[in-house]
């Protein structure tokens, strides 16, 4: 396990970065996301490195935001029960960090692909359906459990609804609700199933295919996609992230976050 949380292997023409934090189920702290943005940032600038696939270690994609970090965060309340000036201060930092990740994902003249071992909760669905092509493995699962914690997943709304019906929308996420590969790929949430042992071998299968195809057509179309057909994407990611991090200061989320990591807790004596 490495002490960033992140891990990176070149197999020219790919490239993997490894979710690299088990024992957490691969949950994303602050640290995570800024070394994941400076891994990205310098894959971008490799020359040998045509795609870029990204995937977890353990049994896990990524379990999200880490709760555990966050309720530890909100131990620091004022007499009336609301957080520190200085933790709401923190709290909008981490998801305008958050936002500008799934931004550079999006825009990245590389394509950028998922590669789904396991769950990926909330932030981490998110992670995945930013990417350009999303493989998943027998056990991949996409959930947003946030609503029972008293959050809300605003940036993970536009880009579910990127791929999928607003009714559809609506009810992945106002409910919770976690879908499995199969139910997924019906959805198109994922766009392949393949078996967990092959997942790496078909990223690398893909980035060879991107390696036969011109590279700056590639990057154009990209850059096409996202300033005509996503246009808005970028505005809708902007608010999804004003309203998560609202969704965090509040003492509904105070208490259902504080309450998750008490269970945890719990469980582990």
């Not at 295919?209 to 996202?226: F, M, N």
Request: glycine content about 8%.
């Amino acid at each position: 396990m490495s002490e960033s949380g992140i891990r990176v292997r070149v197999d020219a023409p790919g490239a993997t970065v490894i979710l690299d934090r088990p024992d957490r189920l691969n949950a994303m702290s602050p640290g995570m996301i800024a070394e994941l943005e400076t891994v990205l940032d310098d894959l971008q600038q490799e020359k040998r490195v045509r795609a870029i696939t990204i995937t977890g270690a353990g049994r896990f994609f990524s379990a999200g935001t880490d709760l555990k970090e966050m309720a530890k965060a909100m131990e620091r309340r004022d007499q009336h029960g609301f957080l520190d000036l200085s933790v709401m201060h923190g709290i909008h930092e981490e998801v305008k960090a958050m936002q500008q990740l799934l931004e550079l994902v999006l825009r990245l003249p590389k394509p950028v692909i998922a590669a789904v071992n396991g769950p990926a909760l909330g932030f981490g669905a998110a992670l995945v359906l930013a990417c350009d092509y999303v493989l998943a493995g027998p056990t991949a699962q996409l959930g947003w459990p946030e609503t029972k914690w008293g959050l809300a997943p605003g940036l993970s709304a536009p880009l579910v609804r990127r791929r999928v019906s607003i009714a559809q929308t609506t009810s992945l996420l106002c409910f919770g609700k976690w879908v499995n590969c199969e139910a997924g790929f019906r959805l198109g949430l994922i766009d392949e199933v393949v078996a967990n042992d092959l997942l790496w071998a078909m990223a690398q299968h893909k980035a060879q295919e991107l390696a036969g195809l011109a590279p700056h057509a590639i990057a154009l179309t990209k850059r096409l996609i996202c300033e005509t057909i996503d246009e808005e994407l970028f505005s809708q990611l902007a608010v999804g992230a004003a309203n998560t991090a609202a969704s965090r200061t509040t003492l509904e989320a105070i208490e259902g976050v504080t309450s998750f990591a008490e269970r945890k807790a719990q469980l582990k004596r």
